[in-house]
């Protein structure tokens, strides 16, 4: 006996929306940093290039790599809300927002190499610097940032009923279901957060420069930030990189909480397969085997308490 709600739908019908809680609040914050982002680089760019400041203009140019970044993000959310219906995505579009994650952490990896590369040559080679003009850019900068930051917060408080599944799989009731970290914002939210980190660094080693003449300082502080935003991104490559190949972390219980509540009454489990379908949803196929097989209706009843299990199969043998 097998039920799969992907190929036997409930009488009331079902879909496969497996979009995070807050997909749309998240797009929209998004789009709007963006803006932002996009509005001080523009600034920045056209300013330097009236008043010849290098350092303008580079920081403007900085930001279009981040504001890019976070364009991937956007589009991802974009594209996943308009094909959630899409049959061809058999199980939803979830994972669209791992896919975007992954390649800005790819891109986040690069700008750190970029930075880190870029205070090398500085540190072996110093250049003057304007410290007034420099300083002031890097605070403007900072400001930004932390509003971009602000937007861009994942705060778990506000996580409510985004689930758009109407057949009786083991969650689909009124109650919350855990909330699952959003990949995708995380990475627009680490880009704004690296930019942050260099600005604040930026700051302190132009102060101590200025008052103390250590001008080997603002290039080393650039590497040390270029280290902190490399381990940040791979941080977020092994992330997203991992719901994309559907491994499951160790810290995951979602296994053992399936297992406990089959396995009782003399049902074993012999094959179980646990995936990730998007944030805060997870797929499963449970194959068990009985001396006294039941419905697998009941088996599925079981699992109604393990509210990020949105996808069930279940298969029922009798014992050998």
């Known amino acids: 006996m097998t039920y799969d709600s992907a190929v036997h739908p409930a009488p009331s019908g079902h879909d496969h929306i497996f979009l995070g809680d807050n997909h749309e609040r998240n797009e929209r914050r998004t789009w709007f940093v963006i803006v932002l982002t996009a509005t001080m680089m523009v600034a920045e760019i056209a300013a330097g290039t009236v008043f010849g400041s290098m350092a303008l203009v580079a920081d403007g140019w ?6 890019a970044a976070m364009l991937i993000a956007a589009l991802a959310y974009l594209f996943a809300r308009k094909n959630a219906r899409n049959p061809r995505f058999t199980f939803g579009t979830g994972k669209l927002g791992d896919l975007a994650a992954f390649a800005s952490a ?3 990896a690069l700008i750190a190499l970029l930075i880190g590369w870029e205070s090398f040559l500085r540190l072996a080679s110093p ?3 304007s410290f007034p003009q420099a300083i002031s850019v890097a605070v403007i900068g900072l400001a930004v940032n932390l509003v971009c930051a602000w937007l861009l917060r994942d705060d778990p408080s506000h996580h409510g009923h985004g689930h758009h599944h109407d057949h009786d ?3 689909h009731n009124d109650r919350h279901h855990a ?7 995380r990475a627009a939210y680490l880009h704004v957060l690296a930019d942050a980190l260099t600005s604040v660094l930026a700051i302190v080693a132009l102060l101590a420069a200025g008052v103390y003449g250590w001008l080997w300082l603002d290039p080393a502080m650039g590497i040390v930030g270029a280290l902190v935003i490399a381990r940040w991104s791979w941080g977020l490559i092994h992330a997203a990189g991992g719901v994309l190949v559907d491994y499951v972390p160790a810290d995951e219980d979602l296994p053992e909480e399936i297992r406990s509540a089959i396995e009782v009454e003399g049902d074993i489990i012999i094959d179980l397969h646990v995936w990730q379908l998007g944030p805060g949803h997870h797929g499963a196929i449970v194959s068990v085997v009985s001396d006294n097989p039941k419905a697998p209706s009941l088996y599925r009843a079981k ?18």
């Open 127 to 129: 250049v003057p610097i």
């Open 303 to 320: 699992l109604a308490h393990i509210h990020d299990l949105s996808h069930v199969t279940v298969e029922v043998e009798a014992s050998a």
């Open 62 to 67: 900085h930001m279009s790599t981040h504001a």
């Open 106 to 108: 790819v891109i986040l």
């Open 179 to 185: 909330h699952g970290r959003d990949n995708n914002l």
């Open 169 to 171: 799989q083991p969650h």
